[in-house]
């Protein structure tokens, strides 16, 4: 058996409650919804791969992609005998490394026995 | 799941369901009818594009479906937020004298549209979480489980968050109440 207080409590509940839904109401065209994310669905066909959450299927493989270049990249050209210098690995490198100053170096020590880097 | 296999029809019955009681929710819950209009489309989109990963044993697909949006307007809430504060601009209350016409018939008297004037700013004055809370459970009709898995809280945080919001607006609008009499 519901007490006098909680009967009250709980109409003025109901009464705000219909006060909030007054208040947040506003006209929906829902046809023109419709129309508009299916527009949207129409111009964007879906991913063959799950999408990430963020939208971008591509970014996150090709950050990988690109940070497995730059660890990998010094351990490439260290192990390449003096006289193989790659100027691209060695560019890759600097930029690994963050600096301007390794660039002169590995170029005048890596330009091979032809002195055209090759 | 027909979205999932890409059943067009499908999502239209869906946005039928639900367009009207997500617009409604983003619309108090970001004060920007525009902004909620956006929020509202990206997020049918997204169930359509991520419909492979909805899993049944999770809750119904309007609880999924109102986690998206609920996430989406998190996130564009700080957005509209950040822009406002570099860049200044009309804030949330004052985009509520320009909703467009055919206005519900309470708004047809003064004292109608005073007193929904007092509740929608009472509504946006709202803490984030409790303002999301009663618009989940009041404006949208979920129920409080339903609501707590779309904010991804427990449903006794839930009715928590709605004694609390309840207690806030009445206070704000007698408030109101009470200054416009002085």
Known sequence: ?118 | MRIAAGHETALAELIALHGRGLTLFATRYLGDPDAADEVVQDAFLRVWREAVRYDPARGAVSTWLYRIAANLCVDRLRRIRVRRFFLGGPSASDLEEVLPDGAPSAERSVEGRQALARMRRALLALPDRQRMAILLTVVAGLDNAEAAAAMGTSRGSMEQLLVRARRALRAGVTGEDDDATR
């Open chain 1, 1 to 118: 058996m519901t007490r006098p207080d909680d009967e009250g409590k709980a109409g003025a509940d109901r009464r705000l409650d219909a006060a909030i839904r007054a208040a947040a109401d506003r006209p929906v065209d829902e046809a023109r919804l419709a129309r508009q994310v299916l527009a949207r669905v129409r111009a964007r066909p879906k991913p063959s791969w799950p999408a990430f959450p963020n939208g971008g299927a591509l970014a996150p493989a090709a950050f990988a992609a690109y940070a497995l270049i730059l660890v990998a990249t010094p351990f490439l050209v260290a192990s390449a005998p003096l006289g193989d210098y790659d100027p691209i690995a060695g560019i890759a490198l600097t930029a690994a490394l963050g600096g301007d100053d390794l660039l002169p170096m590995l170029l005048s020590g890596g330009l091979g026995d032809d002195g055209a880097g090759g």
